[in-house]
């Protein structure tokens, strides 16, 4: 028995600036996660990912996170995927930053 | 120290202009990542969580005022204002944009500077004493041999897609402070009666299989040295594994051969290498070392020194834990410590760059040096310049009296900006360094090296840490792992696992009690945590860490 697919949002590193970024139902990158597609069905992740991964001169390292459904849009359910969304903890740098201007 | 040639100039910017259309064809989509990839790593560039990281190379450790300034320069303009010192005697920066790359790489290659093989399968930089050339306990400087070294490795064709990454470390003393036995290769100078050589150590390494470098020769003479390393590079090259990257490291051709068929293999190629090197090599070394004479020392009163000692105790504080012996008369080896308490270990803004760059021109004969503990040191200045020298690192936040203490902490990045990470490792060493501050132990507890990785890679060195911390992801949780014993000097070692590990706000807790339980059981005020631990063994700490354990077992 396969073991039953849990929700994902497609992910990736913006090629020109690094930093991180995430695979909208309309297929636009968003840099912020709850506007990130949240994929319940296998088969539909594999396409987004392949589809993301067709975009060689946007994105670098796409990939499937693990992600849940939240109030405002998908949530990151592991600590590595939340760091990711934020920024370091050392400085106020990355989307934590942006968030703050 | 070492200036480039022409043909070191003409090589750097060539392979500048090569990454810059590399780059360039990347964003207009004509290379592909997977074709990217490798040729951004030969030049120092990753990808990591949140952004590219531009790791650069610090040759031996060793740089001077106007390189110094030019990170400062580098990193106000085309990152956030700050670099981070690593234990490979690297500096990194955090935030670079893919197209700001090449005017970086650009910028520093105007001052002798670039990043090339800080990745990559090939042999990395070579670290070296920090205290080289300054040294009391020093044979000779290292330096010149080191820049042999580099200037062999660098580019070398037959090296540049071995089984995997090679870092070599070398000393010029006795103490050993380049923890030589945790790399590929590792270089300590010996004499033997009036000549000078090399004791050769091999397959030492960190990572997911710690192993302490075993003696290949224990004198070889300083001549041989390029056609020896040369040996054991193309042996490791035949003979390393390539069939399985974690077990391709040269520890594990040692590991899995016996140090005396690899050592064997290793002599029969010495016979052909040893041929093939004519003698050139020792006439650059001389040129070499012609560039690596010491500073002219001046001969002045200390009185200024004295006095700031007996009527500062800041100054004396400081003084205490942040000086070290040097060989000229009247002189002392400064560490100035970036590790602040509650700040991030290793890291320094441009404004703290700059400070440092001018005091090594004005006090310290134009030398700055980078350590493995991730410390910037000022390796001659004289006593009596000492006084000013505090007073201007303390207007920058640079004055912190830890050197050696417990809040003078090696940690990787970790999960706050390394893309393998399993757990966070800078917050770890944050909370460490302010709490026993706070509690009043510091002083107290004395010599303790603690060092902290985000993985299992062991980038933060935790095996060779009187207290190793470890940073795992147990089911999706950060847990942490403690070693206890690990050495990193000449007698080092690697620290054994105490017991299961400890979720991310049980780690100060923890540690208090390891360290309440040592200074309970310590003979004296002298001994220090490592000498009583290894006088007393595991157990008293075990039972300080585990309480419940130890009660149960009752
Ligand atoms: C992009 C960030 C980094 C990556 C991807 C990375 C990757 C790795 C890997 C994969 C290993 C294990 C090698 C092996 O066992 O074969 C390793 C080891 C090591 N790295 Fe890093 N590292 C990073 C950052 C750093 C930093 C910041 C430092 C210095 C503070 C560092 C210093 C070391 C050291 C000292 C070792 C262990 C020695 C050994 O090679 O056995 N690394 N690193
Ligand atoms: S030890 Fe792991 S987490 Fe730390 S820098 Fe190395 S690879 Fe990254």
């Known amino acids: 028995m396969s073991r039953r697919f849990t929700p994902k949002v497609v992910t990736a590193n913006d090629l020109l600036e690094g930093d991180v970024i995430y695979l909208t139902a309309d297929d636009r990158w968003s840099r912020a996660h709850h506007e990130a597609e949240l994929i319940e069905d296998e088969a539909h992740a594999q396409l987004r990912l392949l589809f993301a991964s067709g975009q060689p001169a946007r994105v670098v390292g796409a990939y499937l996170a693990e992600a849940k459904a939240g109030p405002d849009g998908p949530e990151p359910t592991h600590f590595r995927e939340a760091f990711r969304t934020r920024g370091p903890s050392n400085y106020p740098h990355g989307k934590q930053e942006a968030a703050n201007v | ?554």
């Open chain 2, 1 to 554: 120290m070492y200036d480039y040639n022409a043909f070191d100039r003409a090589f750097l910017a060539e392979r500048n202009a090569q990454f810059r259309s590399q780059v360039e064809r990347r964003i207009d989509g004509s290379l592909t990542e997977e074709e990217f990839r490798p040729l951004r790593l030969m030049n120092g560039l990753y990808l990591q969580l949140h952004a590219y990281m531009l790791r650069i190379c610090i040759p031996y450790g060793t740089l001077n005022p106007g390189q110094m300034r030019r990170f400062a320069e580098v990193a106000e303009r085309w990152d956030k204002g700050y670099g981070h010192f690593t234990t490979r005697q690297n500096i990194q920066l955090n935030w670079p944009k893919l197209k700001d790359v090449p005017d970086i790489l650009d910028s520093l290659g105007e001052v002798g500077i670039h990043a090339i093989q800080t990745s990559g399968n090939t042999i990395r930089n070579t670290t070296a004493d920090h205290f080289a050339g300054a040294a009391a306990d020093e044979i000779e400087d290292p330096r010149p041999v080191a820049e042999l070294i580099r200037q062999w490795s660098t580019d070398h064709a037959e090296f540049q897609f071995l089984p995997r990454k090679f870092k070599i470390a070398i000393t010029g003393s006795p103490n050993d402070r380049a923890v030589t036995r945790a790399h590929d290769i590792g270089l300590r100078m010996v004499r033997r009666g009036a000549e000078v050589g090399f004791e050769v150590l091999v397959g030492g390494g960190l990572g997911r299989t710690p192993m302490l470098g075993a003696v290949i020769r224990d004198f070889l003479p300083k001549a041989d040295l390029l056609p020896y390393l040369e040996a054991i590079v193309s042996t490791y090259n035949v003979m390393g594994r390539r069939d399985n990257k974690y077990k391709a490291r040269i520890k594990i051709t040692v590991f899995e051969n016996g140090i005396d068929v690899f050592k064997a293999a290793v002599e029969e190629r010495f016979v052909e290498t040893r041929a093939q090197f004519s003698g050139v090599d020792q006439q650059i070394l001389t040129e070499i070392e012609a560039q690596f004479t010491p500073p002219a020392f001046r001969n002045a009163p200390t009185e200024a020194f004295d006095a700031a000692l007996a009527s500062d105790p800041v100054f004396r504080a400081w003084a205490d834990t942040n000086l070290a012996e040097h060989r000229a008369p009247g002189y002392a080896i400064v560490t100035v410590s970036l590790k602040a308490h509650g700040e991030t270990p290793g890291d320094a803004s441009s404004a703290q760059m700059r400070l440092l760059a001018d005091l090594a021109e004005r006090y310290g004969h134009d030398e700055l040096r980078i350590s493995h503990e991730q410390n910037v040191i000022l390796p001659h200045v004289h006593k009596s310049d000492l006084p000013a020298i505090h007073a201007a690192l303390a207007g920058e936040g640079l004055a912190t009296a830890n050197v050696g203490l417990i809040s003078d902490i090696i940690a990787c990045p970790g999960m706050d900006y390394c893309a393998l990470a399993t757990a966070r490792s800078i917050p770890v060493a944050q909370e460490l360094a302010t709490h026993f501050r706070d509690i009043g132990l510091e002083q107290e507890i004395g010599a303790l090296k603690i060092k902290i990785s985000g993985c299992i890679n062991a980038c933060g060195h935790h095996h060779v840490g009187h207290i190793g911390i470890l940073g795992l992801d147990r089911a999706g949780v950060e847990n942490y792992q403690i070693t206890l014993g690990g050495d990193h000097t000449e007698t080092a070692a690697i620290g054994e696992r105490a017991g299961p590990g400890f979720a991310y706000d049980q780690v100060v807790p923890a540690i208090e009690r390891l360290l309440r339980a040592y200074l309970a059981q310590r003979d004296a005020p002298t001994e220090s945590f490592i000498d009583a631990f290894r006088r007393l063994g595991p157990a008293p700490f075990k039972a300080a860490l585990y309480p419940e354990e130890a009660r149960d077992a009752a």
